[in-house]
Every structure is written in structure tokens, then in C-alpha cells.
């Protein structure tokens, strides 16, 4: 395939919002020289697509899915120069399932959409301690941490670690956002986390949208 | 006018009058025995069958099974690698690895899963023959003698045609298949409706079941996990094989249980032939809807919202005047719309139980 750069870029995007693979538009933007930045802002514009499908109901979890692994591709054929450095990220996000839940679907879809929007995301994985959290938050120093519930029985993990995160005096250092199905806008407003409630998509927007502010603000 | 149970549920979905409506309910998670074995539940009833008992139910548990086996073949044989504190490592005997808490009944969570490639699932598909010996009984003439005369309803398990592919795989790997390998897919749910159609086959000939029933378990709060595009392609097909045979032999009741917020999946599945849906989860799917859309043509089961009998007295009042002119209508069998939970006292679900049978009299078709 020898195509002009725009027309890669088209055809990435197409590409992506219709959930065919990416690797090849990928290992030609590569090859013709087209910036990890200019990769990742066509990402980000496709998924947001992606998200409008499933917010109209066109698209589905499997969709997402797809579309994920179809934006995984790209980044892969890119991660030698992320390890170089060369990526600006818009911010960073910690991000984990709480204690005592295995789940992580809905954890792995807002991490796809954090890291298309040009976030660096940490991820701790499932069954997360709280303790655990406060860790990488002394480590990584993120603007956002993230936390994931699917089980009503897990929801105490979540205020624990945001107790937690006010004791140690990062609470104000830190926006949280809370998601999963066992998560309600009540209990959102019950622990003090900043958002919630919301699916990944929305979640990954709410999170876009205070890096913004927190840019303008300096 | 006094009817058997059989003719009760027949009649029931017929949209026919009634003496009352079956009553069934789901079940019961361990937890919820465990808690109510503190609060006045008798020792020695330990299981949901023993519950119903208990409590002069009439099913889903206590429902009689049409003895075959639909599935994986001979059974596997799950071991425990490893115990750390709380949970479990364990091997499914499929070559899958999952997690599960001790002592809780929460789903187990894949680490690995049995399926990741075409090399796995052929190893699979070898438990999916339907000639291997045992899924029909040895003496399976004079099992079908026993069901001859039966006042009772009968019901048979006629597999899934998504939630096995999806526990076996996971919704990941799974979606990235329909998109990426989907000739794969279709030979594999080609591969567990073949195996059906033919045990049916071999049985329905001799019995004819009141009832067949799918599990699916494919949705969740925010809709299906599979697009509707996908499973009208896909499996909506193959659905149509197994309800082909089981309406050629006049089974006319095909119940779907699939959790969560299934909407967008009923018009394939009515399509398919698959015609009653359950449990209906309250927080999801508004069964009026789907009788105002569907009519007569959709069964429905459940639908019992258990966050009233969460709450209790007055709230389980209300929710059962709420499904009243559903139940009066006909279609429709009331069960709590899953198992009920351990946030349900004992008290509030004899109240439930106590409420339930005196609805159950005076409201029917």
C-alpha cells in the first residue's frame, strides 16, 4: 500500500469507526513519518464516534471492545516511541477495580478511551487494597484516580480508599472518579468523589474535561 | 374450576382462565439461606428445591428436568491449584484458570480462559458430541414412560447459544471474534446447536416437554453485550434450528433466561422462536413494554422487583399491585427477578411469601 499521508490518516479513521483492524494504516502512518500526536488525535476523534454510536444505541459493548483492540493496534505499532518519550500526555490517570472485585471490562473500556483522549493511565489491575491506591498516588503523582466497583459488596473498598486518600492529604491533590454498575450518583455524592456513576465513555470525557480546566487555571 | 400444574402453566400461557397462576421463584443465593438459618429458617432446609418445598412452592428448582444431557460432555473435572487468603486458584478442567472467593457466591473470575484460539476450541468441541454415550439414559424407555401420564410440567434445558461461548472465552475475546474471525463463530455455535437438534431428536420423539429452556446471561445494566446486528446474523439462526425441532414436536413454550437489560435482544429471539423471557429484572425491563410491543406473541417470567422485598411491608404491597394487571391479563408467571439476595430479611420474605399466595387467588386470568 503506498497512499499519501491524509489519505492514511482517512483511512485510519474509517478504519477505527467501523471496527476493522488498524495495524496496516498504523505500520504506513509509521512508515511515512505521520507523529504518534497526529496518530493519537485521529484516534481520539474516532472513538469519539465510537462513543456516539453507543450512546445512540447503535453500537454495543462488543463494539467498544473492538474498537478498543482497533486502537490498541495502532498504539502498538507505536510503542517504541513511547518508551522514548515522545508522547505528550494530557494527563495521567491511576486506575483499578476495588478490593475484593475481580471485574475489569468496564475498568479495561475507560482505560481504552482515557489512553485514546492522550492520557497516560496506570493500571493497577483488579481487586485493588486501598492502601494500594494511596501508593501509586505517592508514586505516580496523577491527576485523576479511578476506581472501579461491579459488586455492591465491594462498594465500602471505594470509601475506604477515598478516607484514606484525605488522611495522607491527597485528596485535594487529586480529582476522583467512580464507575461500575454498583455505582449510583447517590453514593457518589454519599463518599466525596468528584464524578460517577457515568459509563466509561462519559467517564473518560468527565476526566478529559478537568485537565482542561486545571490547564487553563495555571 | 381445579387444575393440575401442568394445565395451570399451559393455560397460563395460552392466555387461557385460570384457577391461579403456578407459583414459582427463582432461588436463593447461600448467602441468603445462611442468614435466614439465623432468623427462624429450619436447619435442615438447605437448598432453593428445599425451600420451595418448605414453602409450597411449585418450582423453577422443583420443576421437573427432562433427564438428558445438553452441554459439555462427560463432565469436567474442576481441581483446586492453589488456595491464598479468601480465594481460590482454580483449574476448570477445560484448560481455563479462574479465581473465586471462598465461602461467597460470587461469578469466578477468568485469569485464563478455556478458549483463546481455534487449536483450543477443537479440544472443546470434542465435549460437545452429541453421540457420546450417557446424555440420553440407558433405560430411556422407561423414562419416557414415566412422563406419559404426568399432571406435572416438564421441562428441558436446551443449552446457549452466547453465555457458554461467553464463559469460555469472555466477552472480549468473543466480540473480537465476531468482528475479526466470524466464520470461527459461527462454526462454533453451528457446533452447540447441532449437538442439541440432535439429542432432541433422539428424545422428543418419545416425550414432548411442556417447556424447553435457553440460558444466555448475555446482558447487563446498559443493554446487551453483544449487538443486536451481531446476534440477529449470527445466532438468531441457529436459535431457529433447535426451535424448529421443539415446535415440530409441540413444544410451544421456549423460555430464554438471560439477566439484565435484554430489550434490544427480544425482537430476535421472538423471531427465533425463543417466546418467553425471564427474569426480567426490574431495574432493567418494564414488562408492560414488552407487552405493549410484543402482545400476545412474548411469554414473560418474572419481574419481581427484589429491592421491594428488600424494604419490605408496604413496598412489597405496592410492587405486587403494580404487576396486578399484568397477572389478570395472562402471559405471565410472577417470580422475584433473580435470586433473592441476602439484603432480604427472613421476615420480609415470608411476608412476600405470605402477601404472593393470597395475590396468587384472587388475581388471575
Same mark, same amino acid.
Given at each position: 500500500?503506498?497512499?499519501?499521508?491524509?489519505?492514511?490518516?482517512?483511512?485510519?479513521?474509517?478504519?477505527?469507526?467501523?471496527?476493522?483492524?488498524?495495524?496496516?494504516?498504523?505500520?504506513?502512518?509509521?512508515?511515512?513519518?505521520?507523529?504518534?500526536?497526529?496518530?493519537?488525535?485521529?484516534?481520539?476523534?474516532?472513538?469519539?464516534?465510537?462513543?456516539?454510536?453507543?450512546?445512540?444505541?447503535?453500537?454495543?459493548?462488543?463494539?467498544?471492545?473492538?474498537?478498543?483492540?482497533?486502537?490498541?493496534?495502532?498504539?502498538?505499532?507505536?510503542?517504541?516511541?513511547?518508551?522514548?518519550?515522545?508522547?505528550?500526555?494530557?494527563?495521567?490517570?491511576?486506575?483499578?477495580?476495588?478490593?475484593?472485585?475481580?471485574?475489569?471490562?468496564?475498568?479495561?473500556?475507560?482505560?481504552?478511551?482515557?489512553?485514546?483522549?492522550?492520557?497516560?493511565?496506570?493500571?493497577?489491575?483488579?481487586?485493588?487494597?486501598?492502601?494500594?491506591?494511596?501508593?501509586?498516588?505517592?508514586?505516580?503523582?496523577?491527576?485523576?484516580?479511578?476506581?472501579?466497583?461491579?459488586?455492591?459488596?465491594?462498594?465500602?473498598?471505594?470509601?475506604?480508599?477515598?478516607?484514606?486518600?484525605?488522611?495522607?492529604?491527597?485528596?485535594?491533590?487529586?480529582?476522583?472518579?467512580?464507575?461500575?454498575?454498583?455505582?449510583?450518583?447517590?453514593?457518589?455524592?454519599?463518599?466525596?468523589?468528584?464524578?460517577?456513576?457515568?459509563?466509561?465513555?462519559?467517564?473518560?470525557?468527565?476526566?478529559?474535561?478537568?485537565?482542561?480546566?486545571?490547564?487553563?487555571?495555571? | 374450576?381445579?387444575?393440575?400444574?401442568?394445565?395451570?402453566?399451559?393455560?397460563?400461557?395460552?392466555?387461557?382462565?385460570?384457577?391461579?397462576?403456578?407459583?414459582?421463584?427463582?432461588?436463593?443465593?447461600?448467602?441468603?439461606?445462611?442468614?435466614?438459618?439465623?432468623?427462624?429458617?429450619?436447619?435442615?432446609?438447605?437448598?432453593?428445591?428445599?425451600?420451595?418445598?418448605?414453602?409450597?412452592?411449585?418450582?423453577?428448582?422443583?420443576?421437573?428436568?427432562?433427564?438428558?444431557?445438553?452441554?459439555?460432555?462427560?463432565?469436567?473435572?474442576?481441581?483446586?491449584?492453589?488456595?491464598?487468603?479468601?480465594?481460590?486458584?482454580?483449574?476448570?478442567?477445560?484448560?481455563?484458570?479462574?479465581?473465586?472467593?471462598?465461602?461467597?457466591?460470587?461469578?469466578?473470575?477468568?485469569?485464563?480462559?478455556?478458549?483463546?484460539?481455534?487449536?483450543?476450541?477443537?479440544?472443546?468441541?470434542?465435549?460437545?458430541?452429541?453421540?457420546?454415550?450417557?446424555?440420553?439414559?440407558?433405560?430411556?424407555?422407561?423414562?419416557?414412560?414415566?412422563?406419559?401420564?404426568?399432571?406435572?410440567?416438564?421441562?428441558?434445558?436446551?443449552?446457549?447459544?452466547?453465555?457458554? *461461548? #461467553?464463559?469460555?472465552? +469472555?466477552?472480549?475475546? $468473543?466480540?473480537?471474534?465476531?468482528?475479526?474471525?466470524?466464520?470461527? %463463530? /459461527?462454526?462454533?455455535?453451528?457446533?452447540?446447536?447441532?449437538?442439541?437438534?440432535?439429542?432432541?431428536?433422539?428424545?422428543?420423539?418419545?416425550?414432548?416437554?411442556?417447556?424447553?429452556?435457553?440460558?444466555?446471561?448475555?446482558?447487563?445494566?446498559?443493554?446487551?453485550?453483544?449487538?443486536?446486528?451481531?446476534?440477529?446474523?449470527?445466532?438468531?439462526?441457529?436459535?431457529?434450528?433447535?426451535?424448529?425441532?421443539?415446535?415440530?414436536?409441540?413444544?410451544?413454550?421456549?423460555?430464554?433466561?438471560?439477566?439484565?437489560?435484554?430489550?434490544?435482544?427480544?425482537?430476535?429471539?421472538?423471531?427465533?422462536?425463543?417466546?418467553?423471557?425471564?427474569?426480567?429484572?426490574?431495574?432493567?425491563?418494564?414488562?408492560?413494554? *414488552? #407487552?405493549?410491543?410484543? +402482545?400476545?406473541?412474548? $411469554?414473560?417470567?418474572?419481574?419481581?422487583?427484589?429491592?421491594?422485598? %428488600? /424494604?419490605?411491608?408496604?413496598?412489597?404491597?405496592?410492587?405486587?399491585?403494580?404487576?396486578?394487571?399484568?397477572?389478570?391479563?395472562?402471559?405471565?408467571?410472577?417470580?422475584?427477578?433473580?435470586?433473592?439476595?441476602?439484603?432480604?430479611?427472613?421476615?420480609?420474605?415470608?411476608?412476600?411469601?405470605?402477601?404472593?399466595?393470597?395475590?396468587?387467588?384472587?388475581?388471575?386470568?
Amino acid at each position: 500500500m503506498d497512499l499519501r499521508s491524509n489519505d492514511v490518516l482517512n483511512h485510519l479513521f474509517n478504519a477505527l469507526v467501523n471496527l476493522e483492524s488498524t495495524k496496516q494504516y498504523c505500520e504506513e502512518a509509521s512508515n511515512k513519518g505521520i507523529s504518534i500526536q497526529e496518530i493519537t488525535s485521529i484516534v481520539s476523534k474516532a472513538l469519539e464516534i465510537v462513543g456516539k454510536k453507543y450512546e445512540e444505541g447503535e453500537y454495543f459493548l462488543s463494539e467498544l471492545i473492538v474498537a478498543g483492540e482497533s486502537a490498541k493496534e495502532c498504539f502498538e505499532v507505536y510503542e517504541n516511541k513511547v518508551q522514548k518519550g515522545e508522547i505528550k500526555f494530557i494527563g495521567r490517570v491511576v486506575v483499578g477495580t476495588v478490593e475484593g472485585d475481580l471485574h475489569d471490562i468496564g475498568k479495561n473500556l475507560f482505560i481504552m478511551f482515557l489512553r485514546s483522549m492522550g492520557f497516560e493511565v496506570i493500571d493497577l489491575g483488579v481487586d485493588v487494597p486501598p492502601q494500594k491506591f494511596i501508593e501509586a498516588v505517592k508514586q505516580y503523582k496523577p491527576d485523576i484516580v479511578g476506581m472501579s466497583a461491579l459488586l455492591t459488596t465491594t462498594l465500602p473498598s471505594i470509601e475506604k480508599t477515598i478516607k484514606l486518600l484525605v488522611e495522607h492529604g491527597f485528596r485535594d491533590k487529586v480529582k476522583v472518579i467512580i464507575g461500575g454498575a454498583a455505582v449510583s450518583k447517590e453514593f457518589v455524592e454519599a463518599v466525596g468523589a468528584d464524578a460517577g456513576g457515568v459509563d466509561a465513555y462519559e467517564g473518560a470525557l468527565i476526566c478529559r474535561k478537568w485537565v482542561e480546566e486545571k490547564k487553563n487555571e495555571r | 374450576m381445579v387444575l393440575s400444574h401442568r394445565e395451570r402453566l399451559l393455560r397460563v400461557f395460552e392466555f387461557k382462565g385460570v384457577d391461579r397462576v403456578p407459583n414459582y421463584e427463582f432461588g436463593y443465593w447461600r448467602e441468603t439461606i445462611e442468614r435466614w438459618h439465623g432468623e427462624g429458617l429450619p436447619l435442615h432446609i438447605r437448598t432453593s428445591r428445599d425451600i420451595e418445598r418448605y414453602l409450597g412452592l411449585e418450582g423453577l428448582e422443583s420443576l421437573e428436568g427432562l433427564p438428558i444431557v445438553i452441554g459439555i460432555w462427560p463432565p469436567s473435572r474442576e481441581v483446586v491449584l492453589k488456595e491464598e487468603e479468601g480465594k481460590e486458584i482454580v483449574a476448570d478442567g477445560l484448560g481455563g484458570i479462574y479465581v473465586r472467593k471462598k465461602d461467597a457466591s460470587a461469578t469466578p473470575h477468568y485469569i485464563r480462559y478455556p478458549i483463546k484460539d481455534r487449536e483450543d476450541w477443537k479440544k472443546i468441541k470434542k465435549f460437545l458430541d452429541p453421540e457420546t454415550p450417557g446424555r440420553i439414559p440407558l433405560s430411556w424407555s422407561d423414562v419416557a414412560e414415566k412422563y406419559k401420564d404426568r399432571d406435572y410440567p416438564l421441562r428441558v434445558f436446551v443449552g446457549s447459544l452466547c453465555g457458554w *461461548l #461467553r464463559d469460555w472465552m +469472555g466477552i472480549e475475546r $468473543l466480540s473480537k471474534a465476531f468482528y475479526r474471525e466470524s466464520d470461527w %463463530v /459461527e462454526e462454533m455455535i453451528d457446533t452447540i446447536a447441532d449437538m442439541v437438534v440432535n439429542v432432541l431428536d433422539k428424545v422428543l420423539r418419545d416425550v414432548v416437554p411442556d417447556l424447553a429452556w435457553f440460558w444466555e446471561d448475555i446482558a447487563y445494566s446498559k443493554g446487551p453485550m453483544i449487538s443486536p446486528k451481531l446476534f440477529e446474523k449470527y445466532v438468531v439462526p441457529r436459535y431457529k434450528k433447535i426451535t424448529k425441532i421443539l415446535n415440530a414436536y409441540g413444544v410451544k413454550i421456549v423460555v430464554v433466561d438471560c439477566d439484565g437489560d435484554i430489550e434490544p435482544l427480544v425482537p430476535g429471539w421472538l423471531e427465533a422462536g425463543v417466546n418467553c423471557m425471564f427474569p426480567l429484572e426490574a431495574r432493567y425491563v418494564d414488562p408492560y413494554k *414488552l #407487552r405493549k410491543e410484543f +402482545g400476545e406473541r412474548i $411469554l414473560l417470567m418474572g419481574g419481581v422487583d427484589k429491592r421491594a422485598l %428488600v /424494604e419490605g411491608g408496604k413496598a412489597v404491597d405496592k410492587e405486587l399491585e403494580r404487576l396486578t394487571p399484568l397477572l389478570e391479563e395472562g402471559g405471565y408467571i410472577p417470580t422475584v427477578d433473580h435470586r433473592v439476595p441476602p439484603e432480604v430479611s427472613f421476615k420480609n420474605y415470608m411476608y412476600y411469601i405470605g402477601k404472593k399466595k393470597e395475590w396468587l387467588e384472587k388475581h388471575h386470568p
